[in-house]
T-cell receptor, first 112, second 121 residues
Framework: SQQGEEDPQALSIQEGENATMNCSYK?????LQWYRQNSGRGLVHLIL?????REKHSGRLRVTLDTSKKSSSLLITASRAADTASYFC????????????FGKGTRLSVIA | GAVVSQHPSWVICKSGTSVKIECRSL??????MFWYRQFPKQSLMLMAT?????????EQGVEKDKFLINHASLTLSTLTVTSAHPEDSSFYIC?????????????????FGPGTRLTVL
């Protein structure tokens, strides 16, 4: 079953603009992770934010987590054409050897 | 960083044949590995949890007799799609988390293989 819902499903922006993607989930989590997937390729881990954290940065990426609203957002600043990909949030509900539950993803297109 | 490999990266087979996909953790041991399936333009759906030395745990709706999983060592899990049909065509991805016995110490992160694209004609 899928835990998360991403919003929007698809996003098209101009190079240099910021891209914001949102993720909502249903149950309590241990951590939430964001992944990127280029068409037909494997997953690239972007960032992990734990349930006791509210914000995290990594380069041009900024992730926020609001556990009261069961939601997270991924902001990509100063987007580049190379950022074109699908972005998925994934949640881990319990610490330990449990699988990740993925959201439906957002397809981002950055137009040069 | 930790690396998970999958073999083959792509495979085309005839309907009715069986296909084996390997998932290896190259520089760490993994007691548990996970198998996901991804249809075009969709998200990853968990198929099963592979446990070293014991039977796999399958998600609801996944046929265990069709998708055979063997986790014979701490670095290798295999998924065999038996009697494959065109509807089994998909992207299969495995993931593994270090079990702490060796390799990376970050146990929050799962490492994903590059995926195997299966096309059944």
């Amino acid at each position: 079953s899928q835990q998360g819902e991403e919003d929007p499903q698809a996003l098209s922006i101009q190079e240099g603009e910021n891209a914001t993607m949102n993720c909502s989930y249903k149950t309590s989590i241990n951590n939430l992770q964001w992944y990127r997937q280029n068409s037909g390729r494997g997953l690239v881990h972007l960032i992990l934010i734990r349930s006791n954290e509210r914000e995290k940065h990594s380069g041009r990426l900024r992730v926020t987590l609001d556990t009261s609203k069961k939601s997270s957002s991924l902001l990509i600043t100063a987007s580049r054409a190379a950022d074109t990909a699908s972005y998925f949030c994934a949640t881990e509900t319990v610490s330990g050897n449990t699988p990740l539950v993925f959201g439906k993803g957002t397809r981002l297109s950055v137009i040069a | 960083g930790a690396v998970v490999s999958q073999h083959p990266s792509w495979v085309i087979c005839k309907s009715g044949t069986s296909v084996k996909i390997e998932c290896r953790s190259l520089d760490f041991q993994a007691t548990t590995m996970f198998w996901y399936r991804q249809f075009p333009k969709q998200s990853l759906m968990l198929m099963a949890t592979s446990n070293e030395g014991s039977k796999a745990t399958y998600e609801q709706g996944v046929e265990k007799d069709k998708f055979l999983i063997n986790h014979a060592s701490l670095t290798l899990s295999t998924l065999t799609v038996t009697s494959a049909h065109p509807e089994d065509s998909s992207f299969y991805i495995c993931s593994a988390r270090p079990s702490g016995l060796a390799g990376p110490t970050s146990t929050d992160t799962q490492y994903f293989g590059p995926g195997t694209r299966l096309t059944v004609l």
